[in-house]
């Protein structure tokens, strides 16, 4: 081993005593994890969409009953990468029958998000709406602050079937997903996620291997 090689060796194996352990644990390692449910109000969750910043990971979705009653609430939650920690939240409740929250496009510091809501006057059928509601709403990444929003009357999102919620975000050396229970007869609890962060690789060994 050459002495760049040495001294790089040394300069490695220093960082990775001093670094904490998510960064120099285990491949697989779980960093940490989070629960949500919106129980015993709604017993049904969907996760319409996530999207991954240098800070935060960031889901969207609605919430409801499998017997369709009580309406629906749309939500999002934006975890720190780091901590899984809440960062900020938001819900829309503004439509008497149905709230979702749907795609997420990061742009910087910016999240725009998807959105819609609306008021059933007639089940029908057809049902009869007096709201219905499409939005587009800029959020700070980071914060939650809102930075704009446009609504729209009486439009929609005209793709019948979307490309399908991305489950896995990777940067970093973390992989972020979620999860939901499954018993024994196959049935999936739709009324509690769990939202996780692993880690990809051995930093130091990854680092180590660079140097031969």
Do not use: C
């Amino acid at each position: 081993m050459n002495r760049w090689k040495a001294l790089g060796l040394v300069m490695v194996m220093a960082w990775g005593l001093l670094v904490p352990g998510p960064v120099w644990g285990v491949p697989g390692e779980q960093l940490w994890q989070k629960q949500f449910t919106f129980l015993p109000q709604y017993d049904t969750i969907t996760i319409n969409s996530t999207a991954l910043s240098a800070r935060s990971y960031i889901v969207s979705g609605f919430a409801k009953n499998a017997d369709f009653t009580g309406g629906q609430v749309g939500f999002i939650k934006a975890y720190d990468v780091a901590t899984g920690e809440i960062k900020w939240e938001k819900t829309l409740t503004l439509g008497a029958s149905s709230n979702a929250f749907g795609s997420i496009a990061i742009n910087g510091d910016i999240a725009m998000v998807r959105g819609s809501y609306g008021t059933i006057v007639s089940t029908g059928p057809p049902p009869v709406y007096s709201i219905i509601k499409n939005l587009i709403i800029a959020y700070h990444v980071d914060t939650g602050d809102l930075l704009w929003e446009v609504q729209r009357d009486f439009e929609s999102t005209p793709t019948l079937i979307g490309p399908g919620t991305i489950t896995t975000q990777t940067a970093n050396n973390r992989v972020f997903t979620f999860f939901a229970g499954v018993n024994t007869s196959g049935v999936v609890n739709y009324g509690t996620f769990f939202v996780r962060a692993y880690q990809v690789r051995n930093v130091v060994l990854q680092s180590l291997m660079l140097l031969d």
